[in-house]
């Protein structure tokens, strides 16, 4: 399990910014790309895995609840490669 940069909530606090990845867009920031743009329900969260399309394609390994949107660091199971995404 890895630490959500979300603030003093505890574990509470990062089940509930894990459950919202599935119920944002995603865009494309920088480094590893799954897609320039994912739509509502494109990446399932298992863990701290990412599956698109029921393959597992990455690992996150921060995430960030800002003001008015999330931050996602992934990294490539296949290539350690790091991406960011910003949810819409």
Do not use: F
């Not at 590893?32 to 509502?40: E, K, S, V």
């Not at 199971?77 to 819409?88: A, C, D, F, L, R």
């Amino acid at each position: 399990m890895i630490a959500a940069a979300t603030g003093c909530g505890g574990v509470e606090e990062y089940e509930y910014v894990y459950k919202q990845i599935p119920k944002h867009d995603w865009k494309y920031s920088h480094g590893y790309r799954i897609g320039d743009y994912l739509p509502i329900g494109a990446l399932i969260v298992s863990n701290d895995t990412v599956y698109v399309n029921d393959s597992a394609v990455a690992v996150i390994t921060d995430l960030e609840l800002r003001t008015s949107d999330m931050v996602m660091m992934i990294n490539s199971i296949h290539t350690n490669e790091t991406g960011k995404y910003v949810s819409k």
